[in-house]
């Protein structure tokens, strides 16, 4: 026991050595841009519901965002074994620089004008009071992709 307890030390030894010796942009590549994932936990009985909801609300606002250039591609994801207790639907944007996350009243401002006319305030506030029941908000993340050396 004590020698199979010594292996797996040495080789976990071995192994952060490994990672102490990775240098960016040599071994791996930081790449432009930042993924916003928003995780949500969906009643497994009501993704479908869910799912279709967000067609007529988040998807309109991203094809506006796109159309801006502030987001360059964007996505739905759902977890095929979503009864598990965790996030169950992602909503994914991608934006092409960590730059366009600071503030610009202008932009900002005809954004937000333009996804109210696509979809007005009180109509989007039915909607969320629906997926309210049903749902909760569980991760809100910005990852960067790192690409690896050939």
Known sequence: MKIQ???VAFAATLGLAGAATAE???????????????TVKVDPSHID??????RKSWAPGEE????????????????LNSSDGQGNVQMIEHYPSIAALDADQARDQALRNEFLAALPKTQGE??????????????????????FAK
């Open 64 to 79: 506006i965002a796109k159309r801006h250039g502030l987001i360059d591609s964007y996505r739905i994801m759902v977890k």
């Open 126 to 147: 039915a909607m969320v009071a629906g997926f309210d029941k049903y749902r909760t908000f569980v991760g809100d993340d910005y990852w960067t992709e790192m690409t």
């Open 49 to 54: 519901d869910y799912v279709t909801g967000l």
């Open 5 to 7: 307890f010594s292996i």
């Open 24 to 38: 960016p942009y040599v071994d791996y590549t930081p790449q432009k841009g930042v993924w916003h994932v928003t």
